[in-house]
């Protein structure tokens, strides 16, 4: 089992950046892809971006391409987002999600272990 915590929300102007990461359990980290979602008030959560379990291939979704990055650190059993230039729609709760032994996933229904969500905030 592995378990999910993310970390780095909070509240930031339109254009800011932020930095969110995902810490995990477990020794088996190297061997799970990994996963970013938002969810809004009202809406479904969505896709935003995924990374393998060697770091070699990332998606994604089109909202957010050229503006964040994902990556990952094996070593410290550590997914990071990397959010530049926001915008007040990038507003959501944002999760990160595991998947044991496969490449890039993007449906959430996929994904085996969530974290709890951080809240992100942009204000206009």
């Known amino acids: 089992q592995v378990r999910l915590a993310e970390s780095g929300g909070g509240l930031v102007q339109a254009g800011g950046s932020l930095r969110l990461s995902c810490a995990a359990s477990g020794r088996t980290f190297s061997t799970y892809a990994m996963g970013w979602f938002r969810q809004a008030p009202g809406k479904e959560r969505e896709f935003v971006a995924a990374?393998?379990?060697?770091?070699?291939?990332?998606a994604y979704a089109d909202s957010v391409k050229g503006r964040f990055t994902i990556s990952r650190d094996n070593a410290k059993n550590t997914v990071y987002l990397q959010m530049n230039s926001l915008k007040p729609e990038d507003t959501a709760v944002y999760y990160c999600a595991a998947i044991k032994g496969a490449p890039v996933i993007t449906p959430p229904w996929e994904y085996d272990y969530w974290g709890q969500g951080t809240q992100v905030t942009v204000s206009s």
């Open positions: 990374i393998s379990w060697s770091g070699g291939s990332t």
